[in-house]
């Protein structure tokens, strides 16, 4: 085994060195001091992600690392099952070992004509052993050495691909954790859980800017709707509503059937409680305004109509830990998200898309609101003022908040 690059990722700190820096760290002891002439390093680390199959390192002289992110629909790519990653990831092979000869035709993978345009001379690639499939983490080693690698060499390469897979499968399965944890909780909740807030009952009192959101008649809907439709027409309203959220820094911690819970906590003095309603009505006005584009859309497409109905309130919540010893949930409770959820009920009954309390509306300053007069709402003492954006004046907002950000 090539003494200098074990040694780099037997360092103590190695497993929390940024992934691109222990692969510069691993090739250049490789090149200056175990004597193996690489001219290129690639390595590809599995990720348990919604969206991203695998994120792909690529190393080359006078550049150093760079990283590319795989989707699922590119593990799915013509292109990817024709190259020699494919057979490593699939199991189908451990290791694919290629000298690039002048005129050689044909070669078995598209990447080894680019590598032999660019004067390569050799290509060496091999999977790190792991405990299951989808932690396999497949590299490659290229040179333009003339004659390629000494069978010493690759040799060397092979046997340090363990001990590089066991850095690098860490590395893939700490980010899966964060990733996973902010798909499931939402990035502040997961960074709480991360930090080591897991105890039932582990609360704390935050002030924020609480959004619900609904779906209109999704009780009949669910009645009418094979379940594959339904379940199309939740991925596309939620994901209308999140990305207008996440968009404005907010955070998304539950969905509830067919409703979305999100909170713009509060970090400061009034200021902040004014900066906390604006970004929630602007999250409002832009979940809106996607989801009436995509409800016509919809419409077009012979499907099941797509109306939602948004409330705002600001005030304090329990956030954090709730459940049983076994079963845990990171939320928000309080009068508050109670209050905020019984206002959107009345975006049916007072036939606007988007209502809000005086606490959100006081702070919005010249924002195009209706007075809606006061309501009395089930479960709470007191009627309650309300205040409602239009369809249009809900859409104009949404697009001057975007031309600000551009």
């Known amino acids: 085994m090539p003494a200098a690059a074990a040694a780099v990722l ?19 002891a490789l090149r200056e001091q175990d004597g193996i002439p690489i001219d290129r390093a690639s390595f590809s680390l599995p990720m348990l992600h919604p969206e991203v199959r695998s994120t792909q390192f690529i190393w080359e002289p006078g550049v150093g690392s760079r990283s590319i ?42 990447i080894l004509d680019e590598l032999a345009a660019e004067g390569f001379t050799d290509y060496l690639a091999a999977v790190a052993p792991a405990d299951t499939s989808w932690e396999r983490a497949p590299g490659s080693w290229a040179t333009r050495a003339p004659g390629g690698f000494a069978e010493e060499q690759v040799r060397g390469l092979l046997a340090l691909m363990p001990l590089l897979g066991l850095v690098l499968t860490t590395f893939a399965q700490r980010s899966s954790t964060r990733a996973l944890l902010e798909t499931y909780l939402g990035s502040d909740a997961a960074s ?5 807030h897991i105890r039932r009952g582990e609360i704390v009192d935050v002030e924020a800017a609480v959004c619900f959101c609904d779906l209109r008649n999704f009780t009949e809907l669910s009645q009418q709707l094979e379940q594959a439709e339904l379940i199309e027409l939740l991925d596309d309203a939620f994901g209308a509503v999140v990305g207008a959220v996440e968009a404005e820094r907010g955070d998304v911690l539950k969905f509830i059937g067919d409703a979305v819970l999100a909170v713009f ?10 900066d906390a309603v604006t970004r929630a009505f602007r999250a409002a006005c832009g979940a809106l305004e996607r989801a009436s584009a995509l409800h016509l859309e919809r419409l077009a497409a012979g499907k099941a109509p797509m109306v939602i109905g948004l409330s705002l309130h600001l005030g304090h919540v329990a956030y954090g830990n709730i459940g049983s010893p076994t079963r845990l949930d990171f939320t928000v409770i309080g009068a508050a ?27 919005l300053g010249a924002a195009p609101l209706v007075d809606a007069g006061s309501h009395p709402l089930k479960g709470i003492a007191e009627p ?8 249009g004046a809900a859409a104009e907002s949404a697009l001057n908040s975007a031309t600000e950000r551009s």
Do not use: F
């Not at 037997?10 to 250049?28: E, G, K, M, Q, S």
């Not at 992110?69 to 799915?76: E, F, G, M």
């Not at 906590?265 to 004014?274: P, Q, S």
């Open 10 to 28: 037997l360092a103590p700190d190695a497993r929390r060195t940024p992934v691109a820096d222990v692969i510069d760290a691993v090739v250049r």
């Open 69 to 110: 992110q795989r989707t699922y629909a590119s593990a799915t790519a013509v292109l990817y099952k024709r190259s020699p990653i494919y057979p490593l990831y699939t199991g189908a092979a451990d290791v694919i070992r290629h000298r690039i000869v002048p005129d050689e035709t044909p070669r078995p993978y598209p």
């Open 192 to 196: 709480r859980v991360l930090d080591g």
């Open 265 to 274: 906590r509060v970090e400061g003095d009034e200021a902040a409680r004014v």
């Open 337 to 363: 998200v109670n209050l905020a959820s019984r206002l959107e009920g009345l975006c049916r009954t007072l036939g606007y898309p988007i209502v809000m309390s005086d606490a959100v509306a006081s702070r």
């Open 384 to 391: 309650v003022h309300v205040w409602a954006v239009t369809e």
